[in-house]
Protein backbone atom coordinates (compact mmCIF):
# COMPACT_ATOMS: atom_id res chain seq x y z
CA UNK A 1 0.00 0.00 0.00
CA UNK A 2 0.69 3.49 -0.17
CA UNK A 3 1.22 5.92 2.42
CA UNK A 4 2.81 8.60 3.45
CA UNK A 5 3.48 9.96 6.81
CA UNK A 6 3.96 13.21 7.91
CA UNK A 7 6.11 13.90 10.83
CA UNK A 8 8.34 17.34 12.27
CA UNK A 9 5.33 19.77 13.42
CA UNK A 10 5.18 21.15 16.44
CA UNK A 11 4.62 24.48 18.68
CA UNK A 12 7.20 27.62 17.60
CA UNK A 13 7.03 31.52 17.67
CA UNK A 14 6.28 33.81 15.67
CA UNK A 15 9.18 34.51 13.09
CA UNK A 16 10.64 31.06 14.05
CA UNK A 17 11.47 27.81 11.42
CA UNK A 18 10.03 24.68 11.38
CA UNK A 19 11.08 22.04 8.77
CA UNK A 20 7.96 19.25 8.02
CA UNK A 21 9.33 15.78 6.86
CA UNK A 22 7.04 13.22 4.55
CA UNK A 23 8.02 9.59 4.88
CA UNK A 24 7.03 7.89 1.56
CA UNK A 25 6.73 4.24 1.53
CA UNK A 26 5.59 1.61 -1.45
CA UNK A 27 5.39 4.58 -3.93
CA UNK A 28 6.77 2.71 -7.11
CA UNK A 29 6.50 5.34 -9.65
CA UNK A 30 10.28 7.06 -10.85
CA UNK A 31 7.38 10.33 -11.90
CA UNK A 32 5.56 12.36 -9.44
CA UNK A 33 4.81 15.48 -7.55
CA UNK A 34 4.23 15.81 -4.46
CA UNK A 35 2.08 18.46 -2.61
CA UNK A 36 1.77 20.06 0.76
CA UNK A 37 -1.60 20.73 1.77
CA UNK A 38 -2.55 22.38 5.28
CA UNK A 39 -6.11 23.35 7.01
CA UNK A 40 -6.05 25.90 9.31
CA UNK A 41 -8.80 25.89 12.27
CA UNK A 42 -12.19 26.40 10.25
CA UNK A 43 -10.72 27.11 6.88
CA UNK A 44 -10.77 25.38 3.76
CA UNK A 45 -8.12 23.20 3.19
CA UNK A 46 -5.06 24.56 1.19
CA UNK A 47 -2.68 23.58 -1.32
CA UNK A 48 0.74 25.65 -0.52
CA UNK A 49 3.03 24.15 -2.08
CA UNK A 50 4.29 21.04 -4.88
CA UNK A 51 7.98 19.43 -6.49
CA UNK A 52 7.95 17.16 -9.27
CA UNK A 53 9.90 13.98 -8.55
CA UNK A 54 12.99 15.60 -10.59
CA UNK A 55 13.84 18.43 -9.39
CA UNK A 56 12.31 20.03 -12.35
CA UNK A 57 8.88 22.08 -10.96
CA UNK A 58 8.31 24.14 -8.15
CA UNK A 59 5.38 25.67 -7.36
CA UNK A 60 4.36 27.80 -4.43
CA UNK A 61 1.09 29.63 -3.22
CA UNK A 62 1.10 32.97 -2.60
CA UNK A 63 0.83 32.80 1.38
CA UNK A 64 3.84 31.00 1.60
CA UNK A 65 6.34 31.91 -1.43
CA UNK A 66 9.16 33.40 0.20
CA UNK A 67 9.31 31.90 3.78
CA UNK A 68 9.01 27.54 2.44
CA UNK A 69 10.76 26.02 0.42
CA UNK A 70 10.19 22.48 -1.06
CA UNK A 71 12.58 19.79 -1.53
CA UNK A 72 12.66 16.11 -2.12
CA UNK A 73 14.94 13.22 -2.46
CA UNK A 74 14.38 10.12 -4.02
CA UNK A 75 17.42 7.96 -2.81
CA UNK A 76 15.32 8.63 0.85
CA UNK A 77 12.11 8.67 -0.29
CA UNK A 78 11.24 11.68 1.06
CA UNK A 79 10.02 15.09 0.65
CA UNK A 80 10.44 18.60 2.88
CA UNK A 81 8.83 21.59 3.47
CA UNK A 82 11.41 24.11 5.06
CA UNK A 83 9.13 27.11 6.81
CA UNK A 84 10.68 30.38 7.83
CA UNK A 85 9.09 33.19 9.25
CA UNK A 86 6.90 31.52 10.26
CA UNK A 87 3.21 33.64 11.03
CA UNK A 88 -0.13 32.62 13.58
CA UNK A 89 -1.49 32.35 9.93
CA UNK A 90 0.80 29.29 9.44
CA UNK A 91 -1.15 27.44 12.49
CA UNK A 92 -3.16 24.29 10.77
CA UNK A 93 -2.50 20.42 9.95
CA UNK A 94 -0.09 19.71 7.26
CA UNK A 95 -0.46 16.80 4.73
CA UNK A 96 1.84 15.42 2.21
CA UNK A 97 -0.07 13.56 -1.23
CA UNK A 98 0.84 13.18 -4.64
CA UNK A 99 -0.79 16.01 -6.52
CA UNK A 100 -2.10 15.07 -10.57
CA UNK A 101 0.10 18.33 -11.99
CA UNK A 102 2.68 20.27 -10.60
CA UNK A 103 4.42 23.34 -12.43
CA UNK A 104 6.37 26.18 -11.74
CA UNK A 105 2.32 27.98 -11.58
CA UNK A 106 0.05 26.07 -10.50
CA UNK A 107 -0.75 22.95 -7.92
CA UNK A 108 -3.08 20.09 -9.53
CA UNK A 109 -5.78 18.17 -7.14
CA UNK A 110 -4.43 15.90 -4.95
CA UNK A 111 -4.81 12.07 -4.97
CA UNK A 112 -7.11 10.85 -1.97
CA UNK A 113 -4.43 9.36 -0.18
CA UNK A 114 -3.98 11.41 3.39
CA UNK A 115 -1.68 10.16 5.96
CA UNK A 116 -2.25 11.42 9.39
CA UNK A 117 -0.57 15.17 8.87
CA UNK A 118 1.52 17.07 11.45
CA UNK A 119 0.07 19.64 13.73
CA UNK A 120 2.01 23.32 13.44
CA UNK A 121 1.07 25.89 16.14
CA UNK A 122 2.63 28.99 15.42
CA UNK A 123 1.73 31.11 19.08
CA UNK A 124 3.75 33.67 21.27
Known amino acids: DVQFVESGGGLVQPGGSLTLSCAIFGLTSDHYAMGWFRRAPGKEREGISC????????FYGDSVRGRFTISIDKNKNAVYLQMNNLKPEDTGDYYC?????????????????WGQGTQVNVSS
Open 51 to 58: IFSDNSNE
Open 97 to 113: VPVRICTGHSMGAPYDL
